[in-house]
């Protein structure tokens, strides 16, 4: 399936050169000059390889064909995560290099949508944003300006993020999964 390269994400599976690569990270760079690209990085599923690919923002690239199953996230245990198919109760065990970096925001009894090819799991698509607490803030400085300062914040998974100056400890936000950025003050 074709698909333009500024709407893949990490998870993804890129069908390219003949071979079939997870997408781990992306990133759109704005170059002084010349038009805007997307720099994306994965690794192919079969050997295991990294690659480091550029696309133009309207280019279209292949999406591979892959079977979808909703599962819930249950527990990780070491480098594995576990997973609950939602129609037969099955248990699947998916190693950390394929959930990739976004692991860090996998929830007890989130739904999520793992991608097999040939019954073998290859990505997992977490939502695109996730609510988490502010265990750790910096006290706000006097003086600064909520339009264009940000703090350091620790989320209650470990994570540190950049949030305004209002945010304090306990305080609950919305996370982009992709970007591991704040989006908001989640509503309670």
Do not use: C, W
């Amino acid at each position: 399936m074709k698909v333009n390269a500024n709407q893949m994400r990490p998870g993804h599976v890129l069908e390219h050169n003949g071979k079939l690569y997870i997408v781990q990270k992306t990133q759109i760079v704005q170059p002084g000059k010349g038009g805007a690209f997307i720099q994306i990085e994965g690794k192919d599923v079969r050997t295991g390889t990294r690659i480091s690919e550029r696309f133009r923002t309207q280019e279209t690239v292949e999406r591979a064909r892959l079977d979808e199953h909703e599962m819930t996230y249950l527990f990780s245990e070491g480098d594995q995560h576990t997973f609950m198919d939602k129609e037969t109760f099955e248990q699947v065990a998916i190693p950390g290099d394929i959930v990739g970096e976004q692991a860090v925001f996998l929830q007890d009894g989130m739904e999520v949508t793992v991608q097999t090819h040939e019954g073998s799991p290859l990505g997992v698509e977490i939502p695109g944003k996730v609510t988490l607490r502010i265990v750790e803030a910096d006290p706000v400085v006097k003086g600064q300006t909520a339009s264009s300062s940000y703090k350091p914040a620790k989320l209650e998974n470990g994570v540190s993020i950049l949030v305004p100056p209002h945010i304090e400890a306990g305080t609950r936000v919305v996370v982009d999964t992709a970007t591991g950025e704040y989006v908001e003050r989640a509503k309670d």
